[in-house]
Structure formats: C-alpha cells, structure tokens
C-alpha cells in the first residue's frame, strides 16, 4: 500500500477547515438574525457568544479535550489590538442584522474580498492581484449588488450600520490574518485571546451605546422574558456556533491568504439565502437568485485564478550546497503560499 503524501494529508486538512468554516459562516447569519429578533440585546448577545467560547476552551483545555496557549498578560498587550478590531467587527455586523434583513448584510459582506485583495497588496506586500482574479471579485460584486436591487429597500440606518460594518470586516480580515501569522498561537490559543479579550471589551460598548439602560430594564420587568424557550434556544444556538466558528475561522486564516478567506466567507452565503428564501418571507426575486448565481461562478473563477503559477526568486545553491543570493533562480510557487 503506497504512503500518503504530505502534500495530500495538507490539502485535506487545509479543506476540512474550509468548509467548516463555510458550514459555520452560512449558518451563524440565519441563526444570529433569528437571535437577536427574539433577544434584541446586540452587546449582551456577542457577549455571552465570547464567554461561551473563552469559558468552553479552558474547560475543554482543562479536563484535557484539547490544547491550547497559556494565557500571558504580555501576549495579550499585543494580541488586544485585534482583538478590538474583531470586536468591532462582530458588533458592527449584529447592529447590522439588527436593523436589516439577511440581504443588506450579505451584500455589504460581498464587497469585502475586493477590498481586502487591496490592502492585502498595500499593507501586507502581497503580489498584486491577477487580471483574472480581479475580474472574478467584481464578478462577485455585481452578482451580489444584483441581488440585493430586487430586494427591499435599505433604511438610513440599516446604511450607517452596513457602512461600519463595511470598514471594520476589512481591517479585520487584514489586520487579524497579520497577528495570526507573526504571534505563533496554536488555533485554540487564538480562540481563547480572541474571545477572552473581546468579553473584557464588552462593557466598554455597553456603557457608550446605552444598551445597560435596557438590559436593567429588561430585568426590572420580570426578565423582559429572556427564559422563553424559544429566545433562550436562539441564544444558545448562536453561542455553540460562535464557538465552532471561533475554531474554524482562526484555522482558516492559518490555512489561506486573507483574500481566500474573505472570498470563501462570500461564497458560503449561498447556503444563507437558501435558507432565508425557506424561513422569511422578504427575499428576492428569481432574477435576484440568478445574480446570487453569478457571485458564486466568481467564486469559482477566483479559486482557479489563485491556483496557477507564478515566478518567485529564490537563492541558487553554491557548489557547496550553501546558499548564493548573487546567483538567483526562479521557482514556481502558487499564490497564497506565503500567507501558509
């Protein structure tokens, strides 16, 4: 029986936690649309998702299910920075869901992967896009913005909220997959910093946005029928997905570039519609589906662009078998891998 290959067993893992995170992506919209209609407490609701996961990795770390990095007060210091971007990036994406339906959010969520493929090339040095994959993240674009226009129209509100959450998802998908590549955390690690130092930031956004006024208010009026069973399931769902998406999407960014990343979270929504089209009456028209078509064959287009060749230099051994920098030969070597 042959061996497996490395490169195999790679590409397998690489995958796994792809579609996992896909799985976990195209799930968590319904399911926090659906929450925060029955608990319309945005902060408390990221919140008890973050105490969920930093709670669940040190109990499962503890009782020996899983490993994951010390906490230490100096990794931390260079970890909050992220921590706070990912912060605002959830907060800014439940107030978006808040105030607008599943549509607003998916297509605000498909502008991403052309901005990011940018800042990816300005603030992180990567190799400027190809004409192809350029050509295929504006096909996901106007295949979303084609969507949405046979959709409800969005609210000034709904506006400012997407806006935010606009800047915030692409500061987030640059500058975490930096921390992510350069702290040398193992995936649960990241979870554990990730949700532990977003839960300490909670407060902070409590108190700016007003939202404790309504949450004690809430509580003076017998629970403001939090234990219900069907606000407490919705919440309780959305915190066991914030866990494995947590996992899943830390894993990822390992995994892949951050465009991949941002694409593959574009992509997935796919599932989101369906189930949106199954579960609410305000979704779009059969033309509007056809256009959501479209952003997936830009998907597609995306991930044959990224996997062809492309020249890198790389230092020709002397006679001796050491490196020479003066004389160069070039590699092929596919795009992405220096994000790996």
């Known amino acids: 029986m042959s061996a497996i290959r490395p490169e195999s067993t790679k590409q397998l893992a690489t995958s796994s936690v792809v579609v996992g995170y896909a799985l976990c992506s195209s799930l968590l919209a319904v399911i926090n649309k659906f929450a925060i209609t029955k608990f319309n407490y945005p902060g408390l609701l990221t919140a008890l998702q973050y105490l969920t996961s930093a709670l669940g990795v040190w109990v499962l770390g503890k009782l020996g299910f899983l490993y994951h990095d010390a906490f230490k007060l100096e990794t931390a210091k260079k970890f909050l920075p992220a921590a706070f971007v ?46 192809l994959t350029f050509m295929s993240l504006f096909i996901i674009l106007g295949g979303a913005v ?67 006024r309504e949450v004690f208010a809430a509580v003076g009026s017998s629970g403001g029928d939090w234990f219900r069973i069907d606000a407490f399931s919705a919440v309780a769902l959305s915190c066991v997905f914030g866990v494995l998406i947590s996992f899943f999407g830390f894993a990822a960014r390992k995994a892949i570039s951050a465009t991949a990343f941002t694409v593959t979270g574009v992509v997935n929504k796919f599932l989101t519609v369906v189930i949106n089209v199954m579960i609410w009456d305000k979704h779009a028209t059969p033309f509007g589906l056809l256009c959501l078509l479209f952003t997936l064959c830009g998907g597609v287009l995306y991930q044959q662009s990224v996997t062809g060749a492309r020249v890198e230099p790389v230092a020709k051994p002397r006679d001796n078998g050491e490196p020479d920098a003066e004389n160069v030969i070039l590699i092929e070597r596919k795009e992405g891998d220096e994000d790996k």
């Open 86 to 131: 990912f912060y605002l990036a959830i907060f800014t994406n439940t107030n978006l869901l808040r105030h607008a339906n599943v549509d607003t959010f998916i297509v605000f969520r498909s502008l991403t992967p052309l901005l990011v493929a940018i800042a990816d090339t300005l603030f992180r040095k990567q190799p400027i896009p190809s004409k």
């Open 146 to 212: 084609g969507y949405v226009a046979t959709d409800s129209a969005f609210t000034l509100t709904a506006y400012s909220w997407a806006l935010a959450y606009l800047v915030t998802i692409v500061s987030e998908m640059v500058y975490i997959k930096h921390i992510v590549s350069s702290i040398g955390l193992n995936t649960w690690g990241l979870v554990l910093y990730n949700n532990l130092l977003s839960l300490l930031i909670s407060p902070v956004f409590w108190v700016l946005t007003g939202e404790y």
